[in-house]
């Protein structure tokens, strides 16, 4: 599996939001990670 096409500055900013390491973040399945940034989005909105 080929590592996510993002800038470092955003992997290390889901790294940092899911805490998770930044290797872990790049070669994480796809629809995990969205899964994780909908979950991350959804909490930010039950907070406000």
Sequence with gaps: MRPH???LETAQKLAKA???PLEQVMHMPQHILIQKLMEIEK???DER
């Design 43 to 45: 909490a930010k909105k």
């Design 5 to 7: 096409q993002i800038s």
């Design 18 to 20: 899911l805490g998770v």
